[in-house]
């Protein structure tokens, strides 16, 4: 077989790369546009629910006065008010309160925490604690695995074998809260030059979102 030919076999056909292209562009799309269907929602909720009580307190000063955007000032209150309890004391115990009742509804427990967790993946929080993107050989010497560096430690004095050991953790997919910590000896990692955000994009597209370890976005740190 010639080697044109063997090139042109090994090329992906039309229809596979129309596909991939349609598979990468649904796992595009379906983030923002849920996120625009959750933001309608719930302007839909506060406004229905909320609207019609401030405007029986208007029209007490300002009979049949119609405020525009009261629906989405509205919720933007809400959202800002949640972000400011959050970030207390007092509002995160509320929060916590809020979250033992959940869980004390099965269904509502599993939506609830299921939607927390892939949403805490993208978190400040989250990003902080995935220090940097590496692979390991899992789950035998023959293949590789993605994973996340969160720490590191150095028992020697237990073991010769732990005197450099990161704390790795070995995501799931396509939902990379669950997952595995692995204590792997620095020597045996390789570090790949990627951000954070695209490696969990990665895991949740389970492969299909491949980003270019060449094309390192400027001010990304990088692997030490």
């Not at 562009?25 to 609207?51: E, H, K, N, S, Y």
């Not at 005197?163 to 997919?173: A, S, Y």
């Amino acid at each position: 077989m010639s080697h044109a030919t063997s090139a042109s076999t090994s090329r992906p056909t039309l229809a596979v790369r129309i596909r991939r292209l349609l598979i990468t562009g649904l796992l595009t799309l379906i983030p923002a546009a849920l996120t625009v269907w959750i933001v309608v929602r719930l302007f839909q909720l506060m406004d229905g629910a909320f609207a019609p009580l401030l405007y029986s307190v208007v029209d007490r000063w300002y009979p049949g006065v119609r405020i525009p955007g009261l629906g989405a000032a509205l919720t933007l209150t809400v959202i800002l008010t949640l972000g400011w309890l959050s970030t207390n004391v007092f509002g995160k115990r509320l929060i916590v309160a809020v979250e033992r009742l959940i869980d004390k509804i099965p269904v509502a427990k599993s939506v609830y925490s299921s939607t927390k967790g892939i949403v805490g993946v993208f978190s400040e929080e989250q990003r902080e604690a995935f220090k940097r993107v590496i692979l390991i050989r899992y789950p035998h010497p023959d293949t590789f695995a993605m994973a996340f560096v969160t720490g590191s430690a150095r028992w020697g004095y237990l073991h010769p074998e732990l005197g450099d050991l990161l704390m790795v953790f070995l995501p799931t997919t396509p939902n990379p809260t669950g997952g595995y910590l692995l204590m792997v000896p620095r020597k045996d990692t390789i570090d790949l030059p990627i951000s954070v955000e695209a490696g969990v994009r990665m895991v949740i597209s389970g492969g299909i979102l491949v980003p270019d370890p060449k094309a390192v976005p400027a001010g990304d740190p990088q692997p030490g």
